[in-house]
């Protein structure tokens, strides 16, 4: 029954995405994009780490002059 219940509710969301698109893309364009791109493009802000995965070494790298949060799990020089 949940997976029944779980497909369905996928189903709706997937519709009532599309429907909404389809109206902005008529009807805003602008506002249709910069959703699609929050929506599309922006990273979660939390991520659930594999359990087998340690933690790297945290760094910060400048990209386009913004700050940009990374982690590293090399250690040396890279191999070309």
Do not use: D, H, Q, Y
Not at 32 to 47: D, I, K, N, Q
Request: aromatic residues 6%; proline residues 8%; glycine residues 4%.
């Amino acid at each position: 029954m949940r997976a029944l219940s779980r497909k369905i509710s996928s189903f709706l969301a997937f519709t009532t995405l599309r429907a909404t698109f389809a109206v902005l893309e008529r009807v805003a364009p602008g506002p249709g994009s910069a959703l699609a791109e929050r929506l599309w493009c922006t990273v979660p802000r939390r991520t659930v780490r594999p359990v087998n995965v340690l933690p790297g070494r945290r760094i910060t790298v400048s990209v386009n002059r913004r700050a940009v949060a990374a982690e590293i799990w090399a250690t040396g020089r890279p191999s070309t």
